[in-house]
């Protein structure tokens, strides 16, 4: 397993799942709120795991130019990204728009009538 993360895994639970998946929200959250497209998730999430890998390379003595290790990274803060694009998306379209749309739960919204 720890061929595969590019280091510990109680090092890549740490940064990845607890520091950089609050990190990865708040950018969904980001990039909702700015009315952007939900494909920036993609580089934006990228750029996030090319940090996750240094810090892991910098703090627990992992692999730098572990393949596996950032693609793991990048789905994982990817996932979280967009969960948070999604729920702010959605609250955002029935704050600006009640009159048309209503809340069917934390990540979807449908429309009236």
């Not at 979280?80 to 728009?97: I, W």
């Not at 009159?99 to 919204?109: V, Y």
């Amino acid at each position: 397993m720890e061929n595969l993360l590019g280091g510990s895994v109680l090092g890549f639970l740490g940064l990845t799942l607890a520091l950089f998946a609050g990190a990865s929200w708040m950018m969904g959250q980001a990039l909702a709120l700015t009315w952007r497209a939900a494909w920036q998730i993609v580089p934006y999430a990228a750029m996030l795991a090319a940090t996750d890998r240094f810090l892991a390379f910098a703090l627990f003595s992992g692999d730098l130019a572990s393949l596996p290790g950032f693609l793991a990274a990048w789905a994982c803060l990817g996932v979280v990204a967009a969960a948070g694009f999604r729920a702010t998306r959605a609250g955002q379209m029935v704050a600006q728009y009640p009159w048309l749309f209503e809340r069917t739960g934390p990540f979807s919204w449908r429309a009236r009538g």
